[in-house]
């Protein structure tokens, strides 16, 4: 499968120059996913069908927190538990077992 795009405007070639290769390293550095900046909703995350049970857990304590707050803040914790309840929607739409991951 042949690879196409661009490194800085560039067009990407099969073999690159050898003081190319420092560009090209920066890039894939950039591109590739840092597990200690994770957010919400990423792409690239992994969970598990205990991820999408803490999720919810988590979101029924904002619910229960919001109630005893003030109601800016009670609103605002309600959203992040709507929210949190739609990843754990999500990633039981999208679930797949190991299994048929890999086939």
Known sequence: MPVTGRIEGRQWREFMDYEETPILVRH???????????QL??????????????????????????????????NRLRRTADR???LA??????AQ???EAVA
């Not at 894939?28 to 996913?33: F, I």
């Not at 992994?46 to 619910?63: G, I, K, P, Q, Y």
């Not at 929607?89 to 999208?94: I, K, N």
């Open 89 to 94: 929607d999500a990633h039981d739409s999208a």
């Open 41 to 74: 909703g990423c792409g690239n995350a992994v969970r598990t069908d205990s991820h999408a049970r803490a999720a919810r857990e988590h979101a029924d304590r904002l619910d229960a927190k919001a109630v005893s707050v003030p109601q800016p803040l009670g």
């Open 97 to 99: 077992t190991a299994e």
């Open 28 to 38: 894939l550095a950039t591109a590739a996913a840092n597990q200690f900046a994770c």
């Open 84 to 86: 949190f309840r739609a």
